[in-house]
């Protein structure tokens, strides 16, 4: 069975770092999924924040761009996401998804960005 475990989240105040990390177990062959990090705001739908394919490119939402960014181990099977400069705006649950044939998802970490 397929997990994702996201852990990081927490709470700073604008101009600070994060950094998340996803763990994933029950997959083998890592390399070959996609991985990505998704954002919910507050009121608003989940989006795509940054995503790293089979073949190594990054695909960062506009928003986030010289911010975050975002890497992969496949050999333990981890994806970070790495986030400075950090705005009120970034605040809202982050959730890590790995994907080749179907989606999985983690459970989420909540990120607040307040002063």
């Given amino acids: 069975q397929v997990q994702l475990v996201e852990t990081g989240g927490g709470e700073v105040r604008p101009g600070g770092s994060l950094r998340l990390s996803c763990e994933a177990s029950?997959?083998?062959?890592?390399?070959?999924?996609?991985?990505?990090?998704?954002?919910?705001?507050?009121?608003?739908?989940?989006?795509?924040v940054a995503r790293?394919?089979?073949?190594?490119?990054?695909?960062?939402?506009?928003?986030?761009?010289?911010?975050?960014?975002?890497?992969?181990?496949?050999r333990k099977k981890i994806v970070y996401l790495e986030m400075n400069d950090l705005k009120p705006e970034d605040t809202g649950v982050y959730y890590c998804k790995v994907?080749?044939?179907?989606?999985?998802?983690?459970?989420?970490?909540?990120?607040?960005?307040?002063?």
């Fill in 52 to 74: 790293i394919t089979v073949e190594g490119y990054l695909d960062d939402d506009d928003n986030v761009r010289g911010r975050f960014t975002s890497a992969r181990d496949n």
């Fill in 99 to 115: 994907g080749r044939f179907s989606d999985y998802w983690g459970q989420g970490t909540q990120v607040t960005v307040s002063s």
């Fill in 26 to 48: 029950g997959i083998s062959s890592f390399n070959l999924y996609t991985t990505g990090w998704y954002r919910r705001a507050p009121g608003k739908q989940r989006e795509l």
